[in-house]
């Protein structure tokens, strides 16, 4: 952390918010095939009462009912699928059995299999240049982002991200742009830094468009508030005025993948956002330690640590259930970049374009769209019912309670 005014994000290098620590896992192979889901079936009986009897006959039990249809999930051993689908089948009291098939992907994103936090069927990938090969990913490890498109895609909504601003040159996110401007130092809105144009991208980069990513929100729209400077430094006087900017331009949500010492100004800007309605989202931080930081840690901002790909806990992410609200995928996630120049790629070979980041960084646009997506999809909801939606529908995965309050976020529950 810098000096107590001073405003600052994670580098690669792991300081408070930056990409952290590079998590590399054995190789592996390219992103898998949708393929039936290993280890459970789908069956649904002509006659309800029946249904323990039969699957008693197999060492099986009845799972969890699949919303109206009737049918029920059904643990089975893996490798045992479709012995037991027709063996069940031929059954006079099962209408049918069938496998749970893995959901493809809903858009021709070019790097769309490398999202694993938008949709983890399992799959291994590789950073861009191929130099980084991420495995072990756990299928279902993800914000149910695909689902959540069911219902919406954003309609709209304007997410304000405070950052190093957003690269005009990228084409996945820069039309998303609707406003810009500079509470930094620095001489022009351009992204020479890269940590906002990856948190945008995160947010809403335009999907089924063949080329690059899908944001979690592709729906949305993005205010550009540039506070930090090309060195990925700002003031917390400069993020709070870049808060009021965001509120008096229709912001419904506002990312701060950012930290600082507390600030009175900072927390009066924080209150007044909210008293007009708005949903704010900020990072816990990369120290791998329970500090508080700020703005994540103002009690009218929800704070988001980092999980990977096996939906356990980011070895980097800051925590503690006293004052971290939720978990978001935080570990090489991937989305967009500046096509020129940009510190963060030199200093950690991050490819123009498109690659990977880590950090409570990346979790806080997970989350924040995620905020936006509920506002969407609820007529007449305001920041309290939508901060609600969020993290009451969080997934309880291992950690919550005492990691975090709430869960991961789920973005199709929050919709729902």
């Known amino acids: 952390m810098l000096r107590m005014k001073n405003l600052v994000i994670a580098s690669f290098a792991a300081v408070v918010l930056g990409f952290g620590a ?132 954003g309609s709209g909504i304007k997410v304000a991200v405070l950052d190093s601003g957003v690269a005009s040159d990228n084409p996945d996110i820069n039309p998303k742009v609707v406003l810009r401007a500079n509470f930094s130092n620095a001489a022009t809105n351009e992204d020479n830094y890269g940590h906002g144009t990856h948190v945008a991208g995160i947010v809403g980069a335009s999907s089924n468009n063949t080329v690059g990513v899908a944001g979690v929100c592709p729906g949305c729209t993005v205010l550009a508030g540039k506070v930090l400077n090309d060195s990925g430094v700002g003031s917390s006087s400069g993020l709070a005025n870049g808060i009021n900017w965001a509120v008096s331009n229709g912001a419904k949500v506002i990312n701060m993948s950012l930290g600082v010492r507390a600030s009175r100004t900072l927390e009066t800007a924080i209150n007044n956002a909210w008293s007009k309605g708005v949903v704010l989202v900020a990072a816990a931080g990369n120290g791998g330690n329970q500090s508080k930081i700020y703005p994540g840690a103002y009690p009218n901002v ?31 996630v991937y989305s967009t ?3 020129h120049t940009f510190v963060l790629g030199t200093q950690n070979q991050r490819s123009f374009g498109y690659d990977v980041g880590n950090g409570s960084s990346m979790s806080s646009a997970i989350v924040a769209a995620t905020a936006a997506l509920a506002w969407s999809s609820h007529p007449g909801a305001t920041n309290t019912s939508v901060r609600a939606n969020v993290e009451s529908t969080a997934d309880k995965i291992s950690g919550t309670g005492t990691f975090w309050a709430k869960g991961r976020v789920n973005a199709d529950k929050a919709v729902r």
Do not use: C, M
């Not at 249904?51 to 893996?78: D, Y």
């Not at 925590?319 to 609200?325: I, K, L, Q, T």
């Open 337 to 339: 970049f500046p096509n």
């Open 302 to 332: 929800i704070a988001v640590a980092a999980t990977d790909n096996a939906d356990a806990k980011a070895s980097f992410s800051t925590y503690g259930a006293s004052w971290v609200d939720v978990a978001a995928p935080g570990v090489n």
């Open 22 to 153: 590079l998590t590399v896992a054995v190789p592996g192979n390219a992103a898998t095939e949708p393929q039936q889901i290993t280890g459970q079936i789908i069956v649904k009986f002509r006659d309800a009462r029946a249904a323990a009897g039969v699957l008693r006959q197999h060492a099986l039990s009845e799972g969890a009912g699949i919303g109206s249809t009737g049918a029920h999930v059904v643990n089975v051993p893996a490798g045992k699928e479709t012995q037991l689908i027709e063996a069940l089948s031929r059954n006079p009291a099962v209408e049918y059995a069938e496998p749970d098939e893995q959901v493809g992907a809903a858009t021709n994103d070019q790097y769309f299999p490398r999202q694993y936090a938008l949709q983890n069927t399992g799959q291994s990938f590789t950073n861009t240049a191929g130099t980084l090969t991420v495995a072990g990913s756990k299928p279902d490890a993800d914000v149910d982002a695909v689902e959540a498109w069911n219902i919406t895609t």
